[in-house]
């Protein structure tokens, strides 16, 4: 297979050679049933698959029906998985079937080079979305250097990036099901990139706000499409790896924090001076010639977000979405994506149409073997509707762990920017009547807590599995920390003391976001996770949207008010954390 191909590119089986295997001859993973499922009689053989066709171990050869290429009773045990996972999902057509087949074929070929490279390029995403909140964050005091806004008026700025980051999650979320994950996955970091790099050219405040708001509806489309579009090209048993994908988060703020350190430093009017919209005639003023370093920033962080999306496009051949494909009908498409997969990796499959019609039906006779646009939209808002979401209140226990993790994603959603969305700000003491802290302070500072901040993911990653620790333990210890730092930050307006809270928040901020994105999934029903974790990242986005609002409000009367609220918050969501009634460490999620 050629280096550089069509993006879009249909593909056969005749692309990906010497990828069949059949599937008496195929290696497969144990199957995964849930309790429900056993208790229903629905279990499939449990006797290993090297021994299925014989009943006796590897000292006899299978008896394989060659004509065929597949055992009758080999049919027979992948039908009665599916069976199982079917009884669990609540869905029962023949699209349905099929997509569990599918699973099982990408389960049976492993995590290999392809999910790999996956792994970095969704990362991308997770990393653009961060290091756009922090380089917004990072222009405010430059804004109002040059626009005239005041310094809590400007924070309205950030408002306007989380209403388009609200516009791209709902967007994206719906039109990857309906445009297919490849178009989505690849346009919402153009559209980041290309409106980046505008903002470098605005004119005007409210411009820069607009030209943001447009910039977040690419950005706002990442971290759903990615997810989505990773965990269904990795096997179910490495599903892990997206708990892995948060540790990109604290590195887009490390290279926004780096970058804006060389030039916000160089290139930005001193605070003395009045911007050039409301200055009095003949007065000194900040003109957009003493004040270009808050565009290079974004020039150079759109630069960098472009080059995401070429890498995305040009150097990597993403396969579309092989669900997707058989959602619309194109099962002969879907069938090839997984063989270019295991071509990618180096391994074999077993999968078939043949075998696809024995589980799920022949599409020229079954009428649901594909969905509609209507039926697509229709099954992505289904999500949030009563039937869906009353399963997550079926048991007293889970109704309260329900309760408890949407409350922590809210609180969380507003106390994480009320304090980061502006800590340029606050480590340049805005609003204080002490003399603001120098530039180069102020930013050195800002990169420093940064770089503190990465390692917190990677700690989080190792002290989930830790006996007596797990998941619960870690997440209540670091988000308590947290909450503490924000209070004691406020005690000083000191820059070193301010450096040393400050990178002690980021550190233990990051643990505290890692565990949640990996616990949120595991503490719902296999049946109702997209619908239990879909509601706990609307909340984030909403509670996330109103912050800036907030910050604004509080901040007229009090500067410190803002840092208060954000304590305040992440010791409301810690001590929720103390009532969590579930522990998922060495647990199969339900």
Known sequence: MPVFMNP????????????????????????????????????????????AKTGKGDDESPKLNLADGVDENTIEELRAEIDADIAASGYNSAYDRKAKVINKAIMDIGIGPYQWQLFVLCGFGWLADNMWLQTVALTLPSLTSEFGPSTTNVRYTTCALFVGLCVGASFWGVGADVLGRRLAFNITLFLAGVFGLAVGGASSW???CGLYAALGVGV??????????????????????LTLLSIWWPIGQLISSLIAWGFLTNYKCSSSLTACPVAAP??????????????????????????????????????????????RGRQSEAVATVHGVAYKNKRKTWITEEILNAIGGDPEIVSDAKLSTTAIISRFFSRFSKERVAPLFATRRLGIMTCLIWFCWATIGMGYPLFNAFLPQYLENAGKKTAPTPNNIVYRNYAITSIVGVPGSFVAYYTVDIKYIGRKGTIAVATLITGIILF??????????????????????NIMYGVLFAYTPEVFPAPNRGTGTGIASCLNRITGLCAPIVAIQAGNVNPNAPVYAAGGLIIAAFVAMCLFPIETRGRQSL
């Open 488 to 509: 004691l930050f406020t005690l000083s307006s000191d820059s070193d003391v301010q450096l040393a809270f400050s990178s002690l928040e980021a550190f233990f901020q």
């Open 282 to 327: 003949g007065e000194a003023c900040c003109s957009k010639s003493m004040n270009m370093g808050w565009r290079y920033l974004t020039i150079t962080v759109g630069a960098i977000t472009f080059i995401m999306f070429v890498c995305r496009f040009f150097l990597f051949h993403l396969f579309e979405s092989p669900k997707f494909l058989l959602a």
């Open 220 to 241: 706002g489309g990442n971290l759903p499409v990615d997810g989505a579009l990773f965990l269904e090209f990795v096997p179910s048993a490495s599903r892990g790896l």
């Open 8 to 51: 879009f590119r249909k593909h056969d089986l005749s692309d990906f050679p010497d990828t069949y295997v059949p599937l008496s001859y195929a290696q497969r993973y144990p199957p995964v049933v849930s309790p429900e499922c056993n208790h229903a009689g629905l279990t499939p053989s449990s006797t290993p698959y090297s021994e």
């Open 206 to 208: 409210i411009g820069t």
